[in-house]
């Protein structure tokens, strides 16, 4: 009797073990299952991605940042910035107020955001003889406009005097956020020689061409003046209309400084839609790299097809319409060369 209890005790036992085989057996595998799948679906994912048609960005904002290609000849994309009479952003307005006339025949709007999407940023920086004085605040500026913006914005910086070279060596893009890298390649800077500051603009624009963000900005550090470039202003400002860039302007120089050429940062500033600042102080200098950032933050991108390819210079203007009652102040780049026309360098 004892036997049989102990065979019973012990078919028991064995018929447990076999189902704890076969659910641990059915467990591995679901997971070989799943992760096969998974494996499965990564791997078509990028052909299923290639396929798929190319879908403009919607007019509306969106809680993911758009994505641009700069590349393409299909968009003309415009920064535009718009301020209230005492300067303040007006960074709210939806993208049917919007009015866009090229060549004086209005455009649909194919391309709109006003968010806070990351930009390609190239600071060019004079590092001739004359500035020696003020090449610490140079310095102090540079680190208030990258602390004050996007972090995930790309920044280079190019140092010009009888020649031209990268500021940064190590590396062709930092991060905003990356400040002790940019205030080392600031900080090593030793100003000497003569101005080559056409020949530092068209090398910026090369390099900002690299960049992988949608809106192109170079700041430009300098008294204005050139003595040792190869590049004329003409062709300079030729390219600049070219590269879709957005080019601010800063002139640090005293009255009596000889080598000062306001109307050269001013002619650079005006073909690009962005804006020449010429401060009395360092601490004014402070706040202009700080509101240079800002603005970049607070502008709207907008974007169209060209209606012609025809090789010349288009006139672009923007509009917000209907007009409100309080003034504001609509600015952007004020044109385009159209496709079909060799590139000027």
């Known amino acids: 009797m004892a036997r049989q209890e102990g065979g019973k005790a012990g078919r028991r036992e064995f018929k447990a073990g076999g189902q704890e085989l076969k659910a641990a057996r059915l467990k591995d595998l679901a997971f ?9 679906l990564a791997a078509l994912l990028p052909c299923v991605s290639a396929v798929l048609p190319f879908r403009l960005p919607a007019l509306h904002a969106s809680a993911q940042p758009p994505s641009f290609r700069t590349a393409s000849s299909e968009l003309v994309v415009l920064p535009v910035v718009v ?19 090229d060549n004086g025949r209005r455009i649909p709007i194919e391309l709109f955001t006003n968010e806070d999407t990351p930009v390609t940023v190239g600071l060019v920086v004079d590092a001739s003889g004359s500035m020696r004085p003020k090449i610490g605040e ?19 910086a190019i140092r010009f005097n009888d020649d031209v070279a990268d500021a940064v060596t190590d590396r062709p893009f930092l991060s905003a956020r990356d400040v002790g890298a940019l205030e080392a390649a600031m900080t090593a800077l030793l100003p000497d020689g003569r101005t080559a500051l056409y020949d530092g603009i068209m090398a910026a624009l090369d390099h900002l061409a690299l960049g992988s963000r949608a809106r192109k900005v170079l700041i430009v550090m300098s ?3 050139d003595n040792a470039s190869d590049a004329k202003l003409d062709t300079v400002l030729k390219r600049a209309r070219d590269s879709n860039a957005s080019i601010y302007t800063i002139g640090l120089f005293t009255d009596d400084d000889l080598d000062r050429n306001p109307g050269a940062l001013k002619k650079l500033a005006e073909a690009t839609g962005g804006e020449r600042y010429l401060p009395r102080s360092p601490g004014d200098l402070l706040r202009v790299c700080a509101r240079i950032a800002r603005e970049i933050r607070s502008g709207y991108t907008i974007g169209y097809v060209p209606p012609d390819r025809d090789g010349t210079f288009h006139r672009v203007r923007v509009v917000v319409d209907p007009a409100p009652a309080r003034k504001l102040n609509v600015r952007t780049r004020p044109g385009y060369f159209a496709a079909g026309r060799a590139s000027e360098k």
Not at 32 to 40: M, N
Not at 84 to 97: C, K, P, Q
Not at 138 to 156: G, H, Y
Request: charged letters at 25%.
């Open 32 to 40: 070989c299952l799943t992760f096969c799948l998974t494996f499965c």
């Open 83 to 101: 301020t209230e009479r005492d300067g303040r952003y007006v960074s709210d307005l939806a993208s049917d107020r919007f009015a866009v006339f």
């Open 138 to 156: 140079v310095v102090a500026a540079s680190m208030a406009f990258a602390r004050a913006s996007n972090p995930d914005d790309e920044l280079f």
């Open 223 to 225: 008294d204005g003046g």
